[in-house]
Nanobody, 124 residues
Framework: QWQLVESGGGLVQAGGSLRLSCAASERTFTVYPMAWFRQAPGKEREFVAAITWRSIRKTIADSVTGRFTISRDNAKNMMYLQMNNLKPEDTAVYYC?????????????????WGQGTQVTVSS
């Protein structure tokens, strides 16, 4: 069964940092574009960042540009989101996702596999 499992969420003060990890259960995921989305209470799921399987192309949402960095290590079946200078508005459940395609997408509907999410809470 193909699975994506996020970890690394938690409570942090504004200005702090967190590193989220996404572990893929199958090596097949290493050839798929992968992404991070987030969803705050009462809001729609929001694109954060995406990365192609060879890390050739990275797409970052304007709201986190300069603060968040996406990366992946295909040898370990892992994807990461380094979050720096966190703000209270970054508070959300963060999800990793993968799509059976060649290129990134910012549309959640384009993704075929999802993790269960990890909570990130940023206090002011």
């Amino acid at each position: 069964q193909w699975q994506l499992v996020e970890s690394g969420g938690g409570l942090v003060q504004a200005g702090g940092s967190l590193r989220l990890s996404c572990a893929a259960s199958e090596r097949t995921f290493t050839v798929y574009p992968m992404a991070w989305f987030r969803q705050a209470p009462g809001k729609e799921r929001e694109f954060v960042a995406a990365i192609t399987w060879r890390s050739i192309r990275k797409t970052i949402a304007d709201s986190v540009t300069g603060r968040f960095t996406i990366s992946r290590d295909n040898a370990k079946n892992m994807m990461y989101l380094q979050m720096n200078n966190l703000k209270p508005e970054d508070t959300a459940v963060y999800y990793c996702a993968a799509r059976r395609a060649d290129w990134n997408s910012q549309n959640a509907d384009d993704y075929d596999y999802w993790g269960q999410g990890t909570q990130v809470t940023v206090s002011s």
